[in-house]
């Protein structure tokens, strides 16, 4: 079983960036891919980014594709989400998930989910 926690989630004016970071604890975080998905008031919750459990691969949402960078450190037992060139329709509870060696882009093909962290973006 993996547990997530997520961290680093603020307000910041539009053309900001922002890092945020999910503390995962468990039995063999290297095993696991990784994804960072989102959630805006009265939306479904849609993918953003994902790792693979190595970091060798990544895979972007087209709407972050260029300002967003996913990453792990596996000896720290951590995801990040580098936010770059921040927009208003970026706003939304960031949440990260994990699922056993395989990455994905739909929700439903994660297993373990953190309690997300509220990214507000000013105009």
């Known amino acids: 079983q993996v547990h997530l926690v997520e961290s680093g989630g603020g307000l910041v004016q539009a053309g900001g960036s922002l890092r945020l970071s999910c503390a995962a604890s468990?039995?063999?975080?290297?095993?696991?891919?990784m994804g960072w998905f989102r959630q805006a008031p009265g939306k479904e919750r849609e993918f953003v980014a994902t790792i693979t459990h190595t970091g060798g691969a990544t895979y972007y949402a087209d709407s972050v594709k260029g300002r967003f960078i996913i990453s792990r450190d596996n000896a720290k037992n951590t995801v990040y989400l580098q936010m770059s060139s921040l927009k208003p329709e970026d706003t939304a509870v960031y949440y990260c998930?994990?699922?056993?060696?395989?990455?994905?882009?739909?929700?439903?093909?994660?297993?373990?989910w953190g309690q997300g962290t509220q990214v507000t973006v000013s105009s």
């Open positions: 998930a994990s699922r056993r060696l395989i990455v994905g882009t739909l929700a439903s093909e994660y297993d373990y």
């Open positions: 468990g039995t063999l975080f290297s095993s696991y891919a």
